[in-house]
Antibody
Framework: EVQLVESGGGLVEPGRSLRLSCTTSGFTLGDYAMSWFRQAPGKGLEWVGFIRSKTSGGTTEYAASVKGRFSISRDDSKSIAYLQMNNLKTEDTAVYYC???????????WGQGTLVTVSS | DIQMTQSPSTLSASVGDRVTITCRASQSITSWLAWYQQKPGKAPKLLIYKASTLESGVPSRFSGSGSGTEFSLTISSLQPDDFATYYCQQYNSYWTFGQGTKVEIK
């Protein structure tokens, strides 16, 4: 069974950093591209960033709202994808989801999400 | 950036009703469109991809159609489990979502 489990969320002050983890099971992480999405309280869904599989170069892309502050990495040997969030702002408050992209580039599996609250 | 516009924002319906949600893209996305269902406190669940392909395990009362810039999601006979928020998502160029359609009990 494919599973994605996010962790690492919590309350953090503006300007600080946080690292989220997406622990996967039931499939070989190395074969897949992964994305992070977020959903602010009571709002819609927003794409945050993306990492290609290592065989496709392992490169990353980011939404303009987080570019230069957030970075995505992966440790395929541990089946974990990461979202490093630096210089957090109050508007980054959201539930963060990781997703698996199949060859069709839509997200076929999503984690349950982890809440990040940025507040002083 | 490709903008996605869904309508209506809220839809009130009864069990057994046929409901349709529409989604418009700001430029052609051919058929690179997915539909998701989200319930409160839960992750989005994939229903349809490539505009009209039903994800495995999704009931056949859900169907999708369209191409280019105009798309729709239809539930042929609304069931109690279907009351939720629905999002369209384009994946032609990165990923953007419509603002969502909440299907509520009439």
């Amino acid at each position: 069974e494919v599973q994605l489990v996010e962790s690492g969320g919590g309350l953090v002050e503006p300007g600080r950093s946080l690292r989220l983890s997406c622990t996967t099971s039931g499939f070989t992480l190395g074969d897949y591209a992964m994305s992070w999405f977020r959903q602010a309280p009571g709002k819609g869904l927003e794409w945050v960033g993306f990492i290609r599989s290592k065989t496709s170069g392992g490169t990353t892309e980011y939404a303009a709202s987080v570019k230069g502050r957030f970075s995505i990495s992966r440790d395929d040997s541990k089946s974990i994808a990461y979202l490093q969030m630096n210089n957090l702002k109050t508007e980054d408050t959201a539930v963060y989801y990781c997703t698996r992209h199949n060859s069709g580039w839509y997200g076929d599996y999503w984690g349950q999400g982890t809440l990040v609250t940025v507040s002083s | 950036d490709i903008q996605m516009t869904q309508s209506p924002s809220t839809l009130s319906a009864s069990v057994g009703d046929r409901v349709t949600i529409t989604c418009r893209a700001s430029q052609s996305i051919t058929s690179w469109l997915a539909w998701y269902q989200q319930k409160p406190g839960k992750a989005p669940k994939l229903l349809i991809y490539k505009a009209s392909t039903l994800e495995s395990g999704v009931p056949s009362r859900f169907s999708g159609s369209g191409s280019g810039t105009e798309f729709s999601l239809t539930i042929s006979s609304l069931q109690p489990d279907d009351f939720a928020t629905y999002y369209c998502q384009q994946y032609n160029s990165y990923w953007t979502f419509g603002q969502g359609t909440k299907v509520e009990i009439k």
